[in-house]
């Protein structure tokens, strides 16, 4: 299948400080990216779909303000945490697919942890 | 109403046994339909994906959709402990651009 490259798997970071998150896929251009988080045991929330070249659209509660995600290539989307809080301590995936018909295909995952 | 809903579990199997998994969607105007399976840390990975009424089977998995009942099945034949896992369904819309909705998994544990 196709390849997703998330990058970092782990990060720590101190209350208040940014964190960028790459999401890239290798092998095929991802016309839509989407991002999501996932709380210990419980299923992956959609946070945004990003379209290349276009704004980000975020899911009902989402903040965009704090949660900034930039399209700017086919195969690059980032998502950056801006003054991250312990509560949003989550394991951060993204997804890329390359049409609305075919299935998208998994990143690694971020481990993120605020202290 | 949630969009994607399945049952938690967790669903406990011994092994060799067939494992049914379901997952029930409320947006009639869904379209694709796909199983996801996430090992606990790990990121989820592609199962099967089903567009039609019917089954479709690969391998020892046997997807089936019936969408005027707004349901889809995964079955796992022949259950293995490496099968443990939890298994996410998931749906796409036209109508919601595409998006992917999951359900909040079922947890499948396979006993030797």
């Known amino acids: 299948g196709a390849v997703v490259s998330q990058h970092p798997s782990r990060v720590i970071c101190k209350s208040g400080t940014s964190v960028k998150i790459e999401c890239r896929s290798l092998d095929f251009q991802a016309t839509t990216m989407f991002w999501y988080r996932q709380f210990p045991k419980q299923s992956l929330m959609l946070m945004a779909t990003s379209n290349e070249g276009s704004k980000a659209t975020y899911e009902q509660g989402v903040e965009k303000d704090k949660f900034l995600i930039n399209h700017a290539s086919l195969t690059l989307s980032t998502l950056t945490v801006t003054s991250a809080h312990p509560e949003d301590s989550s394991f951060y995936i993204c997804?890329?697919?390359?049409?609305?018909?075919?299935?998208?295909?998994f990143g690694q995952g971020t481990r993120l942890t605020v202290v | 109403q949630k969009e994607v809903e399945q049952n938690s579990g967790p669903l406990s199997v011994p092994e060799g046994a067939i494992a049914s998994l379901n997952c029930t969607y409320s947006?009639?105007?869904?379209?694709?339909f796909f199983w996801y399976r996430q090992y606990s840390g790990k990121s989820p990975e592609l199962i099967m994906f089903?567009?039609?009424?019917g089954d479709k089977e690969d391998g020892r998995f046997t997807a089936q959709l019936n969408k005027a009942s707004q349901y889809v099945s995964l079955l796992i034949r022949d259950s293995q402990p490496s099968d443990s896992a939890t298994y996410l369904c998931a749906v796409a819309s036209y109508n919601q651009g595409g998006k992917l909705i999951f359900g909040q998994g079922t947890e499948l544990s396979v006993k030797p």
């Open positions: 089903i567009y039609s009424n």
């Open positions: 997804s890329a697919r390359d049409s609305v018909d075919t299935e998208a295909f």
């Open positions: 947006d009639r105007g869904s379209q694709s």
